[in-house]
């Protein structure tokens, strides 16, 4: 997916989002989706992640977190910058402060661009609000050592190529369930479960603008 610029891909999110259509092409198990959650008598834990892009040498790029081991039920895993509404906070300010807090990237350096649909996540309890927010230049990194194993740059395009994708099998702990689960590799990694969601739904929405506007 070639051309994509802060423009096009304002453009896009501006539109109506697939959710759950595009969710599932990355569902690892069949989960509530967020207006069920919000029903429940324990009500899901509100909270937003950023997505954020960049370009670097002309390739578009995005910024995930390596999470450390030993961290709760998401430890090790691969996940955008994000976490839990603080009282008073909107879900942006949020993704801007857990942005900060991770990796160091203040607010006045991020467009934001959209937000995706919301996907809830069983394991944490957790309702999340994916924002995608774009950084005019590359940014300059401070990981919070006690959240972010290690910080990866990652080509959008790569995430938009078949062979990026595969299955593998995976626990899932909190319940007690090994899986066999939908992922993207990143640099070895599996990229699998709620953030594998939010990306599969901006690559529909970004492939099916681009195919409805090709000169865009």
């Known amino acids: 997916?070639?051309?994509l610029t802060p423009h096009i891909i304002k453009e896009a999110l501006s539109g109506a989002l697939p959710g759950e259509d595009a969710h599932g092409k990355m569902m690892s198990y069949n989960r509530p989706v967020a207006?069920?959650?919000?029903t429940f008598e324990v009500k899901p834990k509100e909270s937003a992640v950023l997505m954020m892009l960049?370009?670097?040498h002309e390739e578009l790029q995005t910024i995930f977190m390596l999470r450390p081991q030993n961290q709760g039920v998401h430890s090790g895993q691969i996940s955008f910058p994000g976490g839990k509404r603080e009282i008073a906070e909107t879900l942006m300010e949020t993704a801007f402060r857990e942005t900060f807090e991770e990796v160091g990237i203040p607010n006045h350096q991020i467009e934001i661009l959209g937000e995706l649909s919301e996907v809830y996540i069983p394991p944490s309890n957790f309702l999340v609000q994916p924002f995608v927010g774009y950084l005019k230049e590359k940014p300059s990194f401070i990981p919070n050592p006690a959240e972010v194993e290690k910080v990866i740059t990652f080509p959008v395009k790569k995430l938009f190529?078949?062979?990026t994708m595969g299955q593998k099998e995976v626990v899932i702990a909190k319940f007690n369930k090994r899986l066999t689960v939908p992922y993207f590799d990143v640099e070895g990694h599996a990229l699998w479960g709620a953030t594998a969601m939010i990306v599969a739904e901006f690559k529909q929405i970004m492939f099916d603008f681009v195919n409805s506007n090709p000169l865009k």
């Open 35 to 38: 207006a069920e959650a919000r």
């Open 161 to 163: 190529a078949p062979e």
């Open 54 to 56: 960049y370009h670097e």
């Open 1 to 3: 997916m070639e051309g």
